[in-house]
């Protein structure tokens, strides 16, 4: 069964703090790895999409890494308009996504 | 690019009435429509996935006959909520597939809260 595992759970920085959030991930075949980021009573605005390991996408604050069993999203120096709940979900043949439960990360000024 | 739009974006109504919801991609035609609910703390479960004039796919433990989903057109699909009840309660979200160079990814809709009282 496909499964995605984030951590921590929560994650509290103060601005300017650089950190990483962590998904690790048994996928069948899996096609890509994608980071999506959920404020609070919206829906998931799209980050990246990675696809074999090695590969990295940067986006202002943020860097996504991935290798063949993990990947990592890195937020450098944080701002508190980067307080979010950052989920991670990998992808088979069929498109349908399977979900982590998420990392909320909360940043203070 | 890439906007996927739902309507409305909240509801509130009694137990035993349907509630209709729409999701919308703006700006490309989707290939594939997906829709989700997820409730306080928890993330996204995936209820069923529908194809433009077929019938949708739903996942174990879904009840196809309580949420029926509409896929009429490359840019429109519907899910109903018949005889809704207060478990029903939750946020509700789709998302498309099929942006010009970007085929592989899931774009979602801002969600809709439904409340039943």
């Known amino acids: 069964e496909d499964q995605v595992t984030q951590s921590p759970e929560a994650l509290r920085l103060q601005e300017g703090e650089s950190s990483s959030l962590n998904c690790s991930y048994t996928?069948?075949?899996?096609?890509?790895l994608f980071w999506y980021r959920q404020d609070p009573g919206k829906g998931p605005e799209f980050l990246f999409t990675?696809?074999?390991a090695g590969e990295e996408k940067e986006k202002e604050r943020l860097k996504a890494t991935l290798t063949k069993k993990e990947s990592f999203l890195h937020i450098t120096a944080p701002k508190p308009e980067d307080s979010a709940t950052y989920l991670c979900a990998g992808t088979n043949n069929d498109y349908k996504l399977s979900f982590g439960a998420g990392t909320t990360v909360t940043v203070r000024a | 690019g890439a906007v996927v739009s739902q309507h409305p974006s909240w509801v509130i109504c009694k137990s035993g009435t349907s509630v209709k919801i729409e999701c919308r991609s703006l700006?490309?035609?989707?290939?594939?429509m997906f829709w989700y609910r997820q409730f306080p703390k928890q993330s996204l479960m995936l209820m069923a996935t529908s194809n433009e004039g077929s019938k949708a796919t739903y996942e174990q433990g879904v009840e196809k006959d309580k949420f029926l989903i509409n896929h009429a057109s490359l840019t429109l699909s519907t899910l109903t909520v018949t005889s809704a009840h207060p478990e029903d309660s939750s946020f509700y979200i789709c998302?498309?597939?099929?942006?010009?160079?970007?085929?592989?990814?899931?774009?979602f809709g801002p969600g809709t809260r439904l409340t039943v009282l």
């Open positions: 700006d490309f035609q989707a290939t594939t």
């Open positions: 996928v069948s075949g899996l096609r890509g």
């Open positions: 998302s498309a597939i099929g942006a010009p160079g970007r085929t592989d990814t899931q774009y």
């Open positions: 990675l696809y074999s």
